[in-house]
C-alpha cells in the first residue's frame, strides 16, 4: 500500500472515530422511550391535583414562564426571542396543543428533553434551554413539572423559527458543543453536607439555573461551573459572583436577610435591580422558606474567591463635574454623604451594586433608573427616575465615577465611551 | 405615593405635569382608566419606549393601577399653549377634522370620543389638549405603523391608518395649539354613545347598553 494510501485511511478512520466518539458522547445516559415503544409499559400514574400544584412550583423554582412566554402573551405558549451571540432562538409552546406545543409529548419524552436535551423529534436542543442544569432535576420532579404543563390550557401558538448564523444552525455543530460541554445526570446528594445544603445545591444547580448568568460564559457560549459572576451576553448586565465579598457572595449575610432578598427583592437597605428583578418577581418569592432557606444554605457555604480588586485607582478627569451632577440630581435622596434613606433610598456608601468590577450595573442603574420588583411581601417598591435623557455621557461617566469613590468607595472610574456602550442595551 | 413614583416625573414633569422639552406628554389629570391601560400596554408590548417597558416591567396590576390613581387625581393648572408654526390651511383641515371627521374617508370626529371639549372621557379615553405637538404626531404615527397599540379591537388605530401623514400633521398642529377649557377634566358621558368600538373602555363608557 502506498504512503497516500495509508495516510488517507488513517485519516478516515480518525474522522470516523470523531464522529463515533461525538454521537457516542450524544446519547449517553438516554434510556429507551418506554411510552414510545411499548405503550402498555407506559409509566401509568395518571396525574393528581397534588402533582399538578407540585408541577407547578417547581416550573416557578425553574422560572421557565420567563422565556417560555412572550411580552404580553399567554403564559407558557412561547414565543420569545432571546438573543444571543450565535442568533436569535424563539422559545417553544410549552402548553397541551398537539400541533404547536406538547400535546403529543409523553412523559419519557419531557423527561429525555430536560435531562438529555434532545426533543420529541430526536433532534438536538439548543442550550439556551438550559438543560446543562436541567439534567440535575429528578424524574419525579420532571413528572410533575410535565402534569402541570399538560394541565395549562392549550394555546395554539406556533413559536417562530431560530435565526441562527451557520454553523449554528446546524445539528452537527450542537453535536460537538455537546461533545465537549454537556455532561447529562441528575443531582447526586453529597454524604458529607447537611440536608439543607443538599436540597439547595439541587435548586440551584438544577432547576434554578443560576450559573446562567451567574458565571462566564466561554465563546462557545458554554457556562464555567461555578457562581463567579459574569456579563450576561447580549443584556448588558453583569451578575456579579456569588463568591465574593467585594460582589455579591452572602457568605457573611444572615441566613433570613438572604432568604428576604428572594421572598421580596429588598435586604439590607438595598434591592436587587436588573434581570435579577425578574428573578424574584417571577421564580424566588413564590417558593417555600425551607426551600429559600436551603438555597441561602448552600449560597452561605460557596467557596471564596479571593476578592476582585480594581487596579490602580487614578485621580479623574472630571471630579468637579461628578460632584456637581451629585448634588443636582442625586443628593436629595441618596444623601449629601451617599447615606440614602433606609427603607426607601438605598445608601452608595459601601454598596456592592455600585462598586462592582466591571461598572456596567451602576451605569445601566443610572441611565434607565427601575423599580425594585414588586412582590408580595414588597408589594408597592419605591422608583428611581432614568437619567438617560437628563444627562449626557460625559455627565453620567462623571457621576458614576464620583459614587464609586466617596465614603470609602474605592472602585475604578468610568468612562463616556463606557456610558455610550450601555445606552445601546436593551433588556427585552 | 409621590416619593414612590418620582421615576416617572423626571420626564413627564414636576408632579406628572409635561416637562418643557417639547415631547413626554403630561400624565397629571388624565382619566385613571387611560393611564392604567398605557402602563399594562407598555409592559406587555403593545406600546414601545424604551425606558417605560424598564421601569414598568417588575411592577404587579395592582401597583400600576395605584399609580394611575395618584396621578389621575392630580388637579394642576395647565400652561398657555407653546406658539406653533402652522400655516392657516393646517390649522383649518386639523379643526375641521378634529370638530366634524371626514365622512369621505369614514373618518369620526375627535370630539365624538374625546368629549365635545377634547377633555377627554372618563374612566378610559384621554383628553387630547395640553399635550406637546410631537407627542402628538409621534403617536399618531406610531398607530399607523403598529408599533402602538390598544387592546383590541383597536379603534385609534384604524383611525390612524385612515389618515394621511398631512392629515396627521395638520390634526396634531391644530390640538397642540389649543387651550384648554376652565372645566379641564374628562367628562363622565357623551351626548351620543361612541361611533365605534374600542378596547380597554368599558361598554358603560361607551353609550351603549
Redesign the interface.
Known amino acids: 500500500m502506498s504512503r497516500v494510501m495509508k495516510f488517507s485511511l488513517a485519516l478516515l478512520a480518525a474522522g470516523v472515530a470523531a464522529v463515533a466518539l461525538v454521537w457516542a458522547l450524544n446519547v449517553r445516559d438516554e434510556s429507551p422511550l418506554t411510552g414510545l415503544t411499548d405503550l402498555a409499559n407506559r409509566p401509568a400514574a395518571a396525574p393528581n391535583a397534588e402533582q399538578i400544584r407540585r408541577g407547578e412550583y417547581l416550573a416557578r423554582a425553574g422560572n421557565c414562564a420567563a422565556c417560555h412566554t412572550a411580552r404580553g402573551g399567554a403564559l407558557y405558549a412561547g414565543g420569545k426571542g432571546i438573543d444571543t451571540p450565535f442568533g436569535t432562538l424563539f422559545a417553544g409552546n410549552l402548553t397541551p396543543d398537539p400541533a404547536t406545543g406538547l400535546g403529543n409529548w409523553s412523559a419519557d419524552e419531557f423527561w429525555r428533553a430536560l435531562h438529555n436535551g434532545r426533543g420529541r423529534d430526536g433532534r438536538l436542543l439548543y442550550p439556551a434551554f438550559p438543560y446543562a442544569n436541567y439534567t440535575k432535576v429528578n424524574r419525579s420532579d420532571a413528572d410533575a413539572l410535565y402534569a402541570f404543563l399538560q394541565s395549562l390550557p392549550a394555546v395554539r401558538q406556533a413559536a417562530p423559527a431560530h435565526e441562527l448564523r451557520f454553523p449554528y444552525n446546524t445539528q452537527a455543530a450542537l453535536a460537538v458543543w455537546r461533545a465537549l460541554y454537556f455532561r447529562p445526570g441528575v443531582h447526586q446528594n453529597e454524604a458529607t453536607q447537611s440536608v439543607a445544603w443538599n436540597r439547595g445545591a439541587y435548586l440551584v444547580q438544577g432547576l434554578g439555573h443560576c450559573n446562567a448568568c451567574h458565571a462566564a460564559r466561554n465563546s462557545w457560549g458554554a457556562s464555567e461551573s461555578g457562581l463567579g459572576g459574569g456579563l450576561i451576553p447580549m443584556q448588558g448586565w453583569y451578575a456579579p459572583s456569588l463568591a465574593d465579598t467585594a460582589q455579591a457572595s452572602v457568605a457573611h449575610w444572615e441566613l433570613g436577610e438572604i432568604v428576604s432578598l428572594f421572598k421580596t427583592g429588598v435586604a439590607r437597605g438595598a434591592s436587587v435591580s436588573g434581570p435579577m428583578s425578574e428573578v424574584v418577581r417571577g421564580s424566588t418569592q413564590y417558593l417555600s422558606d425551607p426551600d429559600l432557606r436551603a438555597m441561602a444554605s448552600y449560597l452561605k457555604a460557596l467557596p471564596q474567591q479571593p476578592p476582585i480588586r480594581p487596579k490602580a485607582v487614578a485621580a479623574i478627569p472630571g471630579q468637579r463635574l461628578g460632584a456637581d451632577v451629585y448634588a443636582q440630581h442625586c443628593a436629595s435622596c441618596h444623601g449629601k454623604q451617599g447615606h440614602g434613606e433606609p427603607g426607601i433610598y438605598p445608601a452608595l456608601a459601601g454598596n456592592r451594586a455600585v462598586t462592582l468590577e466591571p461598572g456596567v450595573n451602576v451605569l445601566r442603574i443610572i441611565l434607565q433608573g427601575g423599580f425594585a420588583p414588586a412582590t408580595e411581601a414588597h408589594p408597592r417598591p419605591f422608583g428611581m427616575p432614568p437619567f438617560a435623557v437628563a444627562l449626557s455621557d460625559a455627565e453620567i461617566a462623571a457621576v458614576a465615577s464620583h459614587v464609586r469613590q466617596q465614603w470609602g468607595n474605592t472602585a475604578s472610574p468610568l468612562t463616556a465611551f463606557e456610558v455610550s456602550r450601555a445606552r445601546g442595551k436593551r433588556a427585552d | 405615593m409621590a416619593?414612590?413614583?418620582?421615576?416617572?416625573?423626571?420626564?413627564h414633569g414636576k408632579q406628572g405635569r409635561a416637562a418643557p422639552?417639547g415631547y413626554y406628554p403630561r400624565i397629571a389629570g388624565k382619566p385613571a382608566g387611560y393611564l392604567y391601560n398605557q402602563l399594562l400596554n407598555f409592559?406587555?408590548?403593545?406600546r414601545h419606549y424604551?425606558?417605560m417597558?424598564?421601569?414598568?416591567?417588575?411592577?404587579?396590576d395592582?401597583?400600576l393601577r395605584?399609580i394611575a390613581e395618584h396621578f389621575a387625581a392630580l388637579d394642576l393648572p395647565y400652561a398657555a399653549p407653546p406658539p406653533g408654526n402652522a400655516s392657516p390651511a393646517q390649522l383649518r383641515r386639523g379643526q375641521d377634522l378634529a370638530l366634524h371627521g371626514d365622512a369621505t374617508l369614514k373618518l369620526p370626529a375627535c370630539v365624538q370620543c374625546h368629549g365635545a371639549k377634547l377633555t377627554g372621557l372618563a374612566p378610559s379615553v384621554p383628553g387630547l389638549l395640553g399635550l406637546p405637538r410631537d407627542y402628538l404626531n409621534g403617536q399618531m404615527g406610531a398607530w399607523k405603523s403598529g408599533q402602538r397599540r390598544a387592546h383590541a379591537p383597536d379603534c385609534m388605530g384604524d383611525i390612524a391608518k385612515a389618515l394621511s401623514l398631512d392629515d396627521i400633521a395638520a390634526v396634531s398642529q391644530w390640538l397642540a395649539a389649543q387651550p384648554l377649557p376652565a372645566a379641564s377634566k374628562a367628562v363622565s358621558e357623551l351626548p351620543v354613545p361612541l361611533p365605534l368600538s374600542c378596547g380597554g373602555v368599558p361598554q358603560a363608557a361607551m353609550g351603549k347598553p
Open positions: 416619593q414612590r413614583v418620582q421615576a416617572c416625573t423626571t420626564c422639552d409592559r406587555d408590548g403593545r424604551g425606558l417597558d424598564e421601569l414598568v416591567a417588575p411592577l404587579s395592582a401597583y395605584e
